[in-house]
């Protein structure tokens, strides 16, 4: 087990991802996401600073007491040699990996987040939320969320062979994948995500970091921020936050 390296703050540089749901099965498409992925630690060994994981990392993820999840392993490996280099990983679950009872701690040193994240730059308050149930019309989707991570369905799970269960999370994974993430939903998604980021700026947050959604982009009001975290499916997003400021790319 990993103890780990406690900060006063987050130091800067920080490095925040998120949707990458990298997936058990190790085609060639997968292999090359990974790859981009790799070098992307690569970049962050060499800056030093702080990662920030928004979420849905892992496209299905269950603690199960003996078994990784199949096909994880150089990922998982990649993430230990992260931390071991010194730096501080954070990593808020997602509805896709939700379901870790201390892997990713024993594994690669994380500070896990059930909930969001809070944390002070230079006086300035970050809030990272995953971002799942944000929408009005969220209702069901709320209620199935209280339900599949209730004591009772966890216990339910792990009675499965995890070979049957990950397979299932296979079959559930692709049915959710276009959940409100297609191109026709976005103006209906940024349109109540900043209704969100509004009430958190009046709450006293300078900027607010959303994953889940897979849309890109920085939106400023004012001296406000509104930061749509993007995904590794089809962006590679990468936000950045360093002495100049914040910054949003796409890595290749």
């Given at each position: 087990m990993f103890k780990q390296?406690?900060?006063?703050?987050?130091?800067?540089?920080?490095?925040?991802i998120s949707d990458n749901h990298f997936s058990m099965e190790n085609t060639q498409s997968e292999q090359i996401?990974?790859?981009?992925?790799?070098?992307?630690?690569?970049?962050?060994?060499?800056?030093?600073?702080?990662?920030?994981?928004?979420?849905?990392?892992?496209?299905?993820?269950?603690?199960?007491?003996?078994?990784?999840?199949?096909?994880?392993?150089?990922?998982?490996?990649?993430?230990?040699?992260?931390?071991?280099?010194?730096?501080?990983i954070h990593y808020i679950l997602g509805n896709h990996d939700f379901w870790d009872f201390g892997s990713f701690t024993n594994k690669f040193g994380a500070t896990v987040h059930k909930g969001d994240l809070e944390f002070d730059v230079n006086g300035k308050k970050i809030l990272v939320t995953h971002g799942d149930g944000l929408l009005k019309d969220d209702k069901?989707?709320?209620?199935?969320?209280?339900?599949?991570?209730?004591?009772?369905?966890?216990?339910?799970?792990?009675?499965?062979?995890?070979?049957?269960?990950?397979?299932?999370?296979?079959?559930?994974?692709?049915?959710?994948?276009?959940y409100h993430h297609h191109d026709e939903k976005s103006t209906q998604i940024r349109k109540e995500i900043s209704t969100f980021a509004e009430k958190k700026w009046t709450q006293g947050y300078d900027t607010v970091l959303v994953g889940h959604y897979h849309q890109t982009k920085i939106d400023t009001c004012d001296t406000k921020k509104l930061i749509f975290m993007g995904d590794w499916l089809k962006h590679f997003t990468v936000t950045l936050l360093d002495e100049n400021g914040w910054n949003q790319f796409k890595w290749n």
């Open positions: 390296l406690t900060y006063n703050v987050i130091k800067l540089p920080i490095y925040f996401r990974r790859e981009k992925l790799f070098t992307l630690f690569e970049k962050i060994k060499q800056t030093k600073g702080t990662l920030i994981i928004g979420g849905d990392f892992f496209d299905f993820w269950f603690d199960y007491k003996n078994v990784v999840p199949k096909g994880y392993n150089s990922i998982l490996f990649k993430l230990e040699e992260l931390f071991k280099s010194g730096i501080k069901a989707y709320r209620f199935m969320k209280l339900i599949i991570r209730s004591k009772v369905a966890i216990f339910l799970f792990k009675l499965f062979h995890p070979d049957w269960g990950c397979a299932l999370a296979k079959k559930i994974s692709k049915t959710s994948s276009n």
